[in-house]
């Protein structure tokens, strides 16, 4: 076998320009790390990994260094290794174009509506490398951290996208975005992940580990509780509020947002440390210990600091797209004639998380749906309980009153996804047709978005005694 200059047949590691050089393995194609790294930022062994992760590592494509190997100068080698390994090796590479098409259309004050679509196509490679990075810094912080951070910086896109929406006063444009990255994930990602699997099974029987789905149905029904009494307080309380028995809903919201941000934390400590055999799924194991291509790779590609600049990076680029999209969500809605309720419940979370579902639907396909579900209760439990009280109180902070109620028709879609999310996961199999009926509830409650025209005006007042949603209100002269 061939040596070159800082990459020989010996393992090891070159940390020139924040590359992680791996030996050579020609006979199967793989690169393999196998040594450890001296410094303070070392990486660290890990026993389990994200189900997030996991499906994100699904989509990415193994190093081919062989043809930068060859050149001559270490430290240019290093860098075009390390640009590689960011841009290159995703299987949604192709997409990292619309980030560029986004930026020219937004600042040239072209079509708005392609300035939104190039900023939603542009965030799926943006959002997977996220993922990516993540997972690099996680392992050199060991499982506990790890885990943390990914928990943390598992839906960073719908968080960053949600701040600016609250920055610029789009309220329920943030309540839109977050109740519809729960939907698709309870409903899209996993019906159409439990649909290709039972479709490519069939005759097989697909089972999957329980008492994770029951903790994150458990996550769920939490804060469908608190968003259902928000509802029900609006509607109790309506006729008898006036300016001397002012709502406390506002302040009831914020309060139910800490307890659920508690529990949201009391679920990390039970999932990461007290009961962490509970989560370690044996078909994670199994993978990596079978070498499976999606996951075999353990070893961190990139040095710490290296990881955490890409990671800056990415975000910064993730948080200007978001701000495009938040700009121009209504002009596009107005000139695709959708409902913005449509766009922000439907579109957006369906491609800024194109990735991770991708991914799922993949695990389900190898009959691997504790992963699967890992990612869909997972993603859906993390919105409901952090990213949505997150938000709450991140608007308290800056002046803004934003609560937890979203409306009947939304409240209602959000509690009916929950309850049958929970009746098909009961008996811990899983068949197409349970995928079937997941897909038909999306569909019929995309519909009825699609039906709902939200005026975009100002000059308008609530239509009756009780209010029941945004789409009822009536314009003033009608």
Known sequence: MASYEGISEEPHRSLEAGTLHRKFSYPNGRIGATSTDSGPHKPLSRHGRSALGLSATSLRKKSDVAVLAKIPCGG???????????FLNT?????????????????????????????????????????????QLAL???????????ATCGNATELIISLFALHKGE?????????????????LVLGSSLFAGGIKNLGKAQNYDKKESDVGIGLLFIGGLCHLLAVVYTYAYATVETDFFPSNKLEMSRVCCI???????????????????????????????????????EEPVLTWWSAFAWLAFMTVLVAVLSEFIVNTIQEASEYWGLSISFTSIILLPIVGNAAEHAGAVMFAVKSKLDITLGVALGSAAQISMFVIPVSVIVAWIMGIDM??????????????????????????????????????????????????KIPTTLDMVSDGNLRTSVGTLRPLNS
């Open 76 to 86: 240019l080698r290093s860098v075009l290794m390390n640009l590689q390994e960011i």
């Open 91 to 135: 299987k949604v590479s192709f997409l990292f174009v619309f980030v560029i098409v986004a930026f020219v259309l937004y600042f040239l004050n072209l079509n708005q509506g392609w300035v939104f679509a190039a900023s939603l196509l542009g965030l799926v490679p943006l959002a997977e490398r996220l993922s990516f990075l993540t997972e």
């Open 140 to 150: 050199y912080t060991g499982p506990t951290i790890g885990g943390l951070l990914n």
């Open 171 to 187: 309220i329920e444009v943030v309540k839109w975005s977050l109740l519809g990255s729960i939907l698709s994930n309870l409903l």
């Open 259 to 297: 307890f659920m941000l508690v529990a949201y934390g009391m679920h990390l400590f039970f999932q990461l440390k007290a009961h962490s055999q509970l989560f370690d799924s044996e078909e994670v194991n199994a993978l990596v210990d079978d070498g499976d291509d999606a996951v075999e790779e």
């Open 403 to 452: 609560d937890l109620d979203f409306k009947m028709l939304e409240t209602g879609s959000l509690l009916m996804t929950i309850l049958v999310t929970a009746l098909v996961l009961q008996d811990g199999t899983s068949n197409y047709m349970k995928g079937a009926i997941l897909l038909f509830c999306y569909v019929v409650i995309a519909v009825c978005f699609l039906a709902v």
